[in-house]
């Protein structure tokens, strides 16, 4: 099993762009999620999914657009990159029993964003 | 906002010696889930532990949990140098599987 993969790695930006992060599991997991981590900070929710089709905002969601159309992946869209947007971003997988609480999570190995 | 916060922001240590790290968590949580964040890598779990549960053990690694006082603590015994790394305290916040709230993380240095 691959686990959680991203593309690209790595990707500079300059300021108006856009371009979309991907994520992919294999491992049959209904829930998704991408956070963003920034110097010094711990990471923050800015999208999840908690099934096909499904997506809702996190706690920093401005800026950014993200879609679910199979299970396996989840896509992260930056429509105008801004610098504020410059950071790194996991992709992360959970499986969960009944839905009311998020179990273990499952990372990927992040994408180093810059944007000039 | 930060969920959790960790402390100490910092912690060197010889190894062998036992590292602990705190975490404080704001508002009622379904469980508490600890990861390990190597430089420049993905986060690894490590523990969850549930609302009703006060410890749990894995391999070197101790947990506790104090609702009362919304504060968690990760006990690493035997330290390596394998063990350096940042570390991480999530808190799920009840409602729904809604996503993890992440603390700033404890950054161990073990020094052999």
């Known amino acids: 099993n691959a686990g959680v993969t991203q593309t690209p790695k790595f990707r500079v930006l300059k300021t108006g762009q856009s371009m979309t992060l991907l994520c992919a599991q294999d491992m049959n997991h209904e829930y998704m999620y991408w956070y963003r981590q920034d110097p010094g900070m711990g990471l923050r929710l800015i999208h999840y999914?908690?099934?096909?089709?499904?997506?809702a905002k996190g706690e920093v969601p401005d800026g950014y657009n993200v879609s679910r159309l199979k299970k396996q992946n989840f896509l992260l869209g930056l429509e105008s990159a801004a610098p504020s947007q410059t950071s790194v971003y996991f992709c992360a997988s959970s499986y969960s029993t009944s839905g009311w609480y998020t179990d273990t999570q499952y990372f990927g190995p992040g994408t180093r964003l810059t944007v000039l | 906002s930060q969920q959790g916060e960790e402390d100490p922001q910092a912690l060197s240590i010889q190894e062998g010696e036992n590292a602990t790290m705190n975490c404080s968590y704001k508002t009622s949580i379904n469980n508490l889930q600890w990861y390990r964040q190597n430089s420049g890598r993905g986060l690894v779990h490590l523990i969850l532990?549930?609302?009703?549960?006060r410890e749990k053990h894995s391999g070197r690694l101790r947990v506790t949990l104090d609702t009362s006082k919304k504060s968690s603590s990760l006990l690493i015994t035997a330290s390596r140098a394998a063990d350096t790394a940042s570390y991480f305290c999530a808190t799920d916040a009840t409602g729904g599987a809604d996503g993890l709230t992440f603390g700033k993380g404890t950054h161990l240095i073990i020094q052999p």
């Open positions: 532990i549930r609302s009703n549960e």
């Open positions: 999914s908690v099934g096909e089709g499904t997506t």
